[in-house]
């Protein structure tokens, strides 16, 4: 490990790019939305999100092991990694889903993020489905994909998800690059699980181990394994306890809100969103009247169709321009809007609707009305504060002066 990277030498002034909430572990922040103008996020800036402390991992002495329902355990070095399989690139959002909890109020458990906890990069790796081949493992696509992480305290209970063999087939990759470098130690050296389109919680870093499974890890046997799958990263209801499934067979977040057999869904794919990036709150001075607003929208592994931007909070909405999504469908979509700004105070506020038809809610519900899909354009209030869509909470106040 070189020094730098080092969780106990590196603190937050080496990153003026980020806003800490904690240092260890590193939790942090992109403190300027100005950032997310560019397609890609710096490694310097991107988000970090560390359940516990960033772990030193000797790469030399580091395996990745494929077990579980293969023809025969495997285990591989990072050299035999890198030469034995072919590599693929994806440009992909990643999604804190606790992105955005500071609107839910009653505060919800959890880290105070605002709207900082997303970025996106180039990831290159070796898809999963290459992987899961050479140890002759069975795929079918009713199976599960166990991918554990190296980073837990011997006492903690071991970071993990299940994962869908379809998805897992489809276009997960074990990523040792971000943006054409070597993995950040806190993004995941030496390597990383991406899923694209999902939210960052599956995309499990410092990767060790990918087991094969009939159903999600569930129950006594896998209990130093599953918390974070079963009991965390689902939406709950004020007053309820997860229901431990062993199989779900619907993966979308949003179908699965609105699934009678799944009652806490889990955070998998990202929900319909967006975010204006400018102006920013204040007091703006247009030379000619023309205010741009700009902003970004994304819809998981949907895809962002139309943008509307309200300068009247929410009375009255706009089509902005879409201005190009560069890198492909799991990255954002980049809006703006040229606005003839009249003086005075105004509520600037964006709303995305994808390729579904599924748009944003307006607000967030109270927790009293034990919401469990969105209903009457309020996202349900949940104890974790996860998965927050809703267009109100971002809005931006401006007064326009001459
Ligand atoms: N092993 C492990 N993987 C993990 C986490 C973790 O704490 N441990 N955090 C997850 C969460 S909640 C998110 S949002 C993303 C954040 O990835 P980043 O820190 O590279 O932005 O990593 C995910 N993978
Ligand atoms: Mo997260």
């Given at each position: 490990?070189?020094?730098?990277?080092?969780?106990?030498?590196?603190?937050?002034?080496?990153?003026?790019?980020?806003?800490?909430?904690?240092?260890?572990?590193?939790?942090?922040?992109?403190?300027n939305?100005?950032?997310?103008?560019?397609?890609?996020?710096?490694?310097?800036?991107?988000?970090?999100?560390?359940h516990?402390?960033?772990?030193?991992?000797?790469e030399?002495?580091?395996?990745?092991?494929?077990?579980?329902?293969?023809?025969?355990?495997v285990?591989?070095?990072?050299?035999?990694?890198k030469?034995?399989?072919?590599?693929e690139?994806?440009?992909?959002?990643l999604?804190?889903?606790?992105?955005?909890?500071?609107?839910?109020?009653?505060?919800?458990?959890?880290h105070?993020?605002?709207?900082?906890?997303?970025?996106?990069?180039?990831?290159?790796?070796i898809?999963?489905?290459?992987?899961?081949?050479a140890?002759?493992?069975?795929?079918?696509?009713?199976?599960?994909?166990?991918?554990?992480?190296?980073?837990?305290?011997?006492?903690?209970?071991?970071?993990?998800?299940?994962?869908?063999m379809?998805k897992?087939?489809?276009?997960?990759?074990?990523?040792?690059?971000?943006n054409?470098?070597?993995?950040?130690?806190?993004?995941?050296?030496?390597?990383r699980?991406?899923?694209?389109?999902?939210?960052?919680?599956n995309?499990?870093?410092?990767?060790?181990?990918?087991?094969?499974?009939?159903?999600?890890?569930?129950g006594?046997?896998?209990?130093?394994?599953?918390?974070?799958?079963?009991?965390?990263?689902?939406?709950?209801?004020?007053?309820?306890?997860?229901?431990?499934?062993?199989?779900v067979?619907?993966?979308?977040?949003?179908d699965?809100?609105?699934a009678?057999?799944?009652?806490?869904?889990?955070?998998f794919?990202?929900?319909?969103n967006?975010?204006i990036?400018?102006?920013?709150?204040?007091?703006?001075?247009?030379?000619?009247?023309?205010?741009?607003?700009?902003?970004?929208?994304?819809?998981?592994?949907?895809?962002v169709?139309?943008?509307?931007?309200?300068?009247?909070?929410?009375e009255?909405?706009?089509?902005?321009?879409?201005?190009?999504?560069?890198?492909?469908?799991?990255t954002?979509?980049?809006?703006?809007?040229?606005?003839n700004?009249?003086?005075?105070?105004?509520?600037?506020?964006?709303?995305?609707?994808?390729?579904?038809?599924r748009?944003?809610?307006a607000?967030i519900?109270?927790?009293?009305e034990?919401?469990?899909?969105?209903?009457?354009?309020?996202?349900?209030w949940?104890?974790?504060?996860?998965g927050?869509?809703?267009?109100?909470?971002?809005s931006?106040?401006?007064?326009?002066?001459?």
């Amino acid at each position: 490990m070189v020094e730098k990277d080092d969780p106990k030498t590196r603190f937050k002034d080496d990153r003026p790019e980020l806003e800490f909430l904690t240092t260890q572990p590193e939790n942090a922040q992109v403190a300027n939305y100005s950032q997310y103008e560019k397609f890609l996020t710096s490694n310097e800036a991107f988000f970090i999100r560390n359940h516990y402390s960033t772990p030193a991992i000797d790469e030399g002495k580091w395996e990745l092991s494929i077990t579980g329902l293969v023809d025969e355990e495997v285990t591989l070095s990072l050299n035999e990694l890198k030469e034995s399989f072919p590599t693929e690139s994806v440009v992909n959002v990643l999604e804190c889903s606790g992105d955005g909890r500071t609107a839910f109020k009653p505060d919800a458990d959890g880290h105070q993020w605002s709207f900082g906890a997303i970025s996106t990069a180039r990831w290159t790796g070796i898809p999963l489905s290459a992987l899961l081949k050479a140890a002759g493992a069975v795929t079918n696509d009713d199976l599960w994909l166990t991918v554990i992480g190296a980073d837990a305290p011997k006492s903690e209970p071991i970071f993990a998800r299940s994962l869908p063999m379809s998805k897992v087939l489809d276009d997960c990759l074990l990523a040792y690059e971000m943006n054409g470098e070597l993995l950040p130690a806190e993004h995941g050296f030496p390597a990383r699980l991406i899923v694209p389109g999902w939210y960052g919680n599956n995309s499990v870093k410092w990767v060790r181990r990918l087991n094969v499974m009939e159903t999600m890890m569930h129950g006594e046997e896998w209990k130093q394994y599953s918390k974070w799958h079963q009991q965390r990263y689902r939406i709950l209801p004020k007053g309820e306890e997860p229901i431990e499934y062993e199989n779900v067979d619907v993966f979308d977040t949003q179908d699965q809100m609105e699934a009678d057999a799944i009652r806490h869904p889990y955070l998998f794919d990202k929900l319909v969103n967006s975010l204006i990036i400018k102006p920013t709150k204040g007091v703006i001075t247009p030379t000619d009247r023309t205010v741009t607003i700009t902003g970004i929208a994304w819809a998981g592994d949907d895809i962002v169709t139309r943008v509307e931007v309200s300068t009247d909070g929410g009375e009255t909405w706009t089509d902005a321009e879409l201005v190009g999504q560069e890198g492909g469908q799991f990255t954002w979509q980049r809006f703006r809007y040229d606005w003839n700004a009249s003086p005075g105070d105004h509520m600037l506020v964006s709303r995305a609707t994808d390729d579904r038809g599924r748009g944003q809610p307006a607000t967030i519900s109270d927790p009293d009305e034990k919401l469990l899909q969105i209903t009457d354009a309020k996202f349900p209030w949940n104890q974790r504060g996860y998965g927050n869509n809703a267009y109100m909470t971002r809005s931006v106040d401006v007064t326009v002066e001459t």
